[in-house]
C-alpha cells in the first residue's frame, strides 16, 4: 500500500474489446481484481461503447477516429503523458505495436517494470503481421516493437515456440510461458442437430476465410451438413477488392451461412451445438477459439496453425499441412462420428487440465513478485 492506496497496475492496449487478446485481459483483470491488491487502470485507444459495468478505471489515449496514416507511433506523446499521470507500479502491455516501444521507453525512464504478454507468434519475429499497410507504418510499428521487447522488464509467452522465436530472434529468454486460460462451459451440450462445421475469426487476409469457402464447396453434394462463417467484415476503411471477392463467393456458396459478428456467449452456445471447427490461419498466438472448440466438445481441424504441436502430440485435433489435407480431414470427421467423437473428448478433458483459470492466477502470481516494491 502506499499511504494507504493501493498501488497502480497499468494494462495499456489499442483496443478495449475486440479479439483474443482483449478477452485474456479480461479475464486478467478479473483475477487481479479478486486478489484485492490493484487499483486497475486500462489504457487504450478504442474504447468499448457498449453500455457495461467495469471493475477498473479506463482513459483513452490519442486523438480519437481511426488508427493514425503513420500507426499507433502517433499516439506516444498521449500514451506516455497518460502514465505519468497514473504513475503505476506495473505496466502490463499485450499486442505487438508502437505502444510497447512507448511502455519500454517510459519503463526504462520511470524505473517502472513492464510486463509484455506475447499474443502472436510474429511479435517475436521480424515478420510483420499484416504486409499490405503503409510500408513506412510497418517499419515504424516493428520498430517499436523490436525496442519494446529488447527493453521489457520481463516478458510472458504464450508457447514454447514462442519462446523459441524470442530465443533465436533477439536473444532474449522468456521469462514465462502460460497457456491461454478460460472459464469452464456453461451452456448446455446438445450435437442432436444438423452436423455443422464452423469458422470463426475476423474476415483478414492472414486468416485465409477463402479456404473455408472452398472447403464447404468441396462438399457441397452433402445436403445433410450445415457450414456456417462467424466474423466481422473489416471497417469500412479497410474494405478492399479481396474482400468484395471473398463476399460474393461467400453469397455464391449455397450450402455456406455467413452470420456476421457475433458476441462472446452467441459464439460459445453456436460451439455447444456444433461438431467441428475449422482454423484456416496463415499464423496465430494460441487461438482462443481451439480452447472454446475443445471446452465444448468440438473436434478441431487446423490448416498450418498447430500451437507446440499439440494437436498432433495430445490427438486434441487435426493438424493440416494443405487444402487438400483439410478436406479429407473434415470429410473424416463428418463420415466416422466415433472418431470425431474421441476428438471432442481428448479436447475437453485437455481444454480442462491445461487451459483453467488457474493458469490466470499463476499470472497474476508473476505480476505480484515482479512489480516495484512500494510503501
Not at 510472458?156 to 486460460?181: C, K, M, P, W
Not at 487461438?287 to 468440438?298: D, H, I
Amino acid at each position: 500500500m502506499l499511504n494507504g492506496r493501493k498501488p497502480r497496475l497499468c494494462i495499456v492496449n489499442p483496443y478495449e474489446h475486440g479479439g483474443g487478446a482483449e478477452y485474456q485481459i479480461g479475464l486478467l483483470i478479473d483475477a487481479l481484481v479478486a486478489s484485492h491488491q490493484y487499483e486497475i487502470h486500462y489504457l487504450t485507444r478504442f474504447v468499448d461503447g457498449r453500455n457495461r459495468s467495469r471493475n477498473y478505471q479506463v482513459s483513452t489515449v490519442g486523438s480519437g477516429g481511426p488508427i493514425p496514416r503513420l500507426g499507433y507511433i502517433m499516439d506516444g506523446r498521449s500514451l506516455y503523458r497518460k502514465l505519468r499521470e497514473i504513475d503505476p507500479c506495473l505496466i502490463y502491455q499485450r499486442v505487438a505495436c508502437g505502444y510497447t516501444g512507448i511502455c519500454a521507453l517510459y519503463s526504462r525512464r520511470r524505473s517502472v517494470p513492464l510486463l509484455w504478454h506475447v499474443a502472436h507468434d510474429t511479435d517475436v519475429t521480424p515478420q510483420h503481421l499484416d504486409r499490405s499497410r503503409n510500408l513506412v507504418r510497418v517499419r515504424l510499428e516493428k520498430w517499436l516493437v523490436e525496442y519494446g521487447l529488447r527493453h521489457a522488464t520481463r516478458i510472458v509467452v504464450q508457447t514454447r515456440h514462442q519462446a523459441e522465436l524470442l530465443q533465436s530472434n533477439y536473444g532474449r529468454t522468456a521469462d514465462a510461458a502460460i497457456y491461454n486460460f478460460h472459464p469452464p462451459a456453461t451452456e448446455t451440450i446438445d450435437k442432436s442437430g444438423p452436423l455443422t462445421v464452423v469458422w470463426i475469426a475476423n474476415l483478414k487476409r492472414w486468416k485465409r476465410p477463402e479456404v473455408f469457402v472452398r472447403l464447404a464447396r468441396s462438399l457441397s453434394t452433402r445436403d445433410d451438413i450445415r457450414f456456417i462463417m462467424v466474423g466481422a467484415p473489416a471497417t469500412l476503411s479497410g474494405k478492399s477488392a479481396w474482400q468484395d471477392s471473398l463476399m460474393r463467393s461467400i453469397e455464391a456458396t449455397a450450402n455456406l451461412q455467413y452470420v456476421g459478428h457475433k458476441t462472446l456467449a452467441e459464439v460459445n452456445e453456436l460451439l455447444a451445438r456444433a461438431h467441428i471447427f475449422v482454423n484456416t490461419s496463415m499464423h496465430e498466438g494460441f487461438p482462443n477459439t481451439f480452447v472454446q472448440a475443445w471446452l465444448r466438445e468440438v473436434a478441431v481441424v487446423s490448416l498450418s496453425v498447430d500451437p507446440d504441436q499439440v494437436l498432433e502430440r495430445q490427438h486434441v485435433g487435426i493438424a493440416a499441412h494443405s487444402e487438400s489435407e483439410l478436406v479429407a480431414a473434415v470429410r473424416t470427421l463428418i463420415e466416422k462420428p466415433d472418431v470425431r467423437a474421441s476428438y471432442a473428448l481428448r479436447g475437453r478433458q485437455h481444454a480442462i487440465a491445461c487451459h483453467s483459470l488457474q493458469n490466470a492466477q499463476d499470472l497474476v502470481r508473476l505480476i505480484d513478485s515482479w512489480r516495484s516494491k512500494v510503501g
